[in-house]
């Protein structure tokens, strides 16, 4: 079975500080990993995605993740801070073969203040 | 650009009622999705049509029914609303295939009472 775990429910930056967003993740096959990202009362919009290519993918708006397999970690890092990154961050990952089903992480909070 | 539409935004059902939230892609996508979000519990899967004319139970399928009517169109219906089932619906497409992006609406809030 998958899953996806998240450290940490809320994370709070200063603005032009590095962001750093813990994603572990279980999975008996090769995974595919994704960040999405949710804006308050929106729908979820992808950052990023790994599908076995390079293991540092690089994003939208300057986010960009590391899939390590030795550690089962794929987070997600920006080197600055914006006011306007603050949002909410999912970590996903479905299995190579089969169906394209996303299983989620709890979700991390990003706050960003000046 | 509409993508990923969803209908309605906003409910409120008492106890018991049924509902039907309505869903459409205009991206050609073959795979469709519902997934339910609650605070501090992300998203969960509650159905998924991999392609036209087929459906399959996600993680938490108790207490809804879904009808694939197209390729468009992939719609999810309450029978008998509970307040566990309030929550914030979303419905996404995708082309079909893992490792394709999945593409979500703007989410359906349901307040049940």
């Given amino acids: ?114 | 650009n509409a993508g990923v539409t969803q209908t309605p935004k906003f409910q409120v059902l008492k106890t018991g009622q049924s509902m039907t939230l309505q869903c459409a892609q205009d991206m050609n996508h073959n795979s469709m999705y519902w997934y339910r979000q609650d605070p501090g519990m992300g998203l969960r899967l509650i159905y998924y049509s991999a392609s036209e004319g087929t459906t399959d139970k996600g993680e938490v399928p108790n207490g809804y029914n879904v009808s694939r009517l197209n390729k468009r169109e992939f719609s999810l219906r309450l029978e008998s609303a509970a307040p566990s089932q309030t929550s914030v619906y979303f419905c996404a497409s995708s082309e079909a295939g893992t490792g394709n992006t999945i593409y979500f609406g703007e989410g359906s809030w349901l307040t049940v009472v």
């Fill in chain 1, 1 to 114: 079975a998958q899953s996806v775990t998240q450290l940490g429910s809320h994370v709070s930056v200063s603005e032009g500080a590095l962001v750093l967003l813990r994603c572990n993740y279980s999975s008996s096959v090769p995974p595919y990993l994704f960040w999405y990202v949710q804006y308050p009362n929106q729908g979820l919009q992808l950052l990023l995605k790994y599908t076995s290519a390079a293991t540092l993918v690089k994003g939208i708006n300057g986010f960009e993740a590391e899939f390590k397999k030795s550690e089962t970690s794929f987070h997600l890092t920006k080197p600055s801070a914006h006011m306007s990154d603050a949002a909410e961050y999912f970590c996903a990952v479905s299995r190579s073969g089969g169906y394209n089903k996303l299983i989620f992480g709890a979700g991390t909070r990003l706050a960003v203040h000046p």
